[in-house]
């Protein structure tokens, strides 16, 4: 199925979630669907939307928050592409086509990146922005995962890889790492590539800081002993 299955969770959107979707419309060249994922039948987003519109999936959050709102979405998804997509994102759409391209092709998994090189990273807020910059650089340095940006949830990736991925995290977007450091290990096919991610202006950021930094870290300690685990494995295989 050549279709692109969109996965997007809201929370208290407005009308920025309907402007996403005409920008979609108006840019997107590949053939997708958008699964409208939200926490409360009172989300302030989806009285913008149309609801007899085909391409648009509406999805309620059988647990609470963006990484079960996610989850959902990906569950209820059936096409082999998926991709998770942030409701505030105006800046990547164009590159969206790129990644399917790339995708139908020869990768499992896109990251697209703040930190290699062309990547920007604009209008942050300071706590946001510190958090992130230092759990992509730890990621990066001592957890042997070879990415520079496994925090970013906007990924897309093969619905194949999941069949040897058992996605357990739940808070925030810790999925986004999680599912980064399994396929790393599982020798999926994976690249990186540049993004811009630009906070707009006078937006509430729901990015939970310091709630969420110990899940964070977890996922940065998981990757660090299973590096060693695989090392001591390897090493068997050659004393034999």
């Known amino acids: 199925m050549n279709r692109l299955d ?3 969770p809201i929370f208290n959107e407005g009308e920025n979630i309907k402007n996403l979707v005409v920008e979609f419309n108006k840019k997107l060249k590949m053939k997708y669907k958008i699964f409208i994922c939200y926490d409360f039948d009172e989300e302030s987003g989806l009285k913008y939307l149309d609801k007899s519109d085909e391409k648009l999936i509406f999805i309620k959050n059988t647990g609470r928050g963006p990484n079960e709102a996610i989850k959902s979405g990906i569950k209820s998804s059936s096409s082999e592409f998926i991709m998770v997509y942030m409701s505030d994102d105006f800046e990547n759409i164009e590159l969206i086509n790129r990644m399917f391209e790339l995708i ?3 990768y499992d998994l896109i990251i697209p990146s703040r930190y290699v090189e062309n ?3 604009l209008n942050a807020k300071f706590y946001k922005k510190l958090i992130t910059n230092w759990g992509s650089f730890l990621m990066y340095t001592i957890s042997g995962v070879p990415y520079k940006d496994c925090t ?3 990924k897309m990736f093969k619905r194949s890889i999941l069949k ?3 996605l357990v995290s739940k808070i925030g977007f810790t999925f986004a790492i999680e599912l980064t450091i399994k396929a790393h290990y599982n020798q999926s096919r994976i690249i990186e590539i540049p993004c811009t991610w630009k906070d707009l202006p006078n937006r509430k950021s729901n990015f939970k800081v310091f709630r969420w930094l110990p899940f964070y870290t977890y996922w940065l300690f998981y990757s660090f002993f299973y590096r060693f685990i695989v090392l001591i ?3 068997l295989k050659i004393s034999k």
């Open 233 to 235: 494995k390897n090493s």
């Open 6 to 8: 969109i996965i997007i």
């Open 152 to 154: 970013n949830a906007f």
């Open 104 to 106: 139908k092709k020869d």
């Open 164 to 166: 040897n991925i058992d």
């Open 119 to 121: 990547g920007k990273f």
